[in-house]
């Protein structure tokens, strides 16, 4: 997996709606990447308004 979600996370779902594969899921407090799901095509990365994903 190429991208994390970090803890500025503000769980507003938008990397979730942008992910083309959904592999983001509301985790406990933010939102996580399922790995196994996950392609690393960074689609999330450039949604996220606070910039809470990263390159791992």
Known sequence: MAFVISDSCVSCGTCAGACPV???VEGDGKYVIEADS???CGT???ACPVG???EA
Do not use: N
Request: with cysteine; proline share 0%; glycine share 16%.
């Open 38 to 40: 996950c392609v690393s």
């Open 44 to 46: 999330c990365a450039g």
């Open 22 to 24: 959904g592999a983001i």
């Open 52 to 54: 809470a994903i990263e």
